[in-house]
Nanobody, 124 residues
């Protein structure tokens, strides 16, 4: 069993930066691919970024490519999402997810564990 806790969200002006953290419990976390998704109220949860178990592969949605960077520190059981040049349209609740059982890293149904989410609000 893995428990995920996101942190680092908040209110920032457009053009600013935030770093989200996804801290995990469980010794097997280092074996899992991890993804970040975001969700606006009333809308479906959308893929943002993902990272392979060893950090060797990373993936990004087109909307965040070049602005967001995903990384992980398996010694700390933590995955990070560095978000730069934030835009108002980045406003959402951000969720991390772990243990994707296929190559469909951008699909919510692939993941077995989810955090509770952290709110990111970007003002114009």
């Amino acid at each position: 069993q893995v428990q995920l806790v996101e942190s680092g969200g908040g209110l920032v002006q457009a053009g600013g930066s935030l770093r989200l953290s996804c801290a995990a419990s469980g010794r097997t976390f280092s074996k899992y691919a991890v993804g970040w998704f975001r969700q606006d109220p009333g809308k479906e949860r959308k893929f943002v970024s993902a990272i392979s178990w060893n950090g060797g592969l990373t993936y990004y949605a087109d909307s965040v490519k070049g602005r967001f960077t995903i990384s992980r520190d398996n010694a700390k059981n933590t995955v990070y999402l560095q978000m730069n040049s934030l835009k108002p349209e980045d406003t959402a609740v951000y969720y991390c997810a772990a243990d994707c059982s296929s190559a469909r890293y951008n699909y919510t149904g692939c993941y077995n564990y989810w955090g509770q989410g952290t709110q990111v609000t970007v003002s114009s």
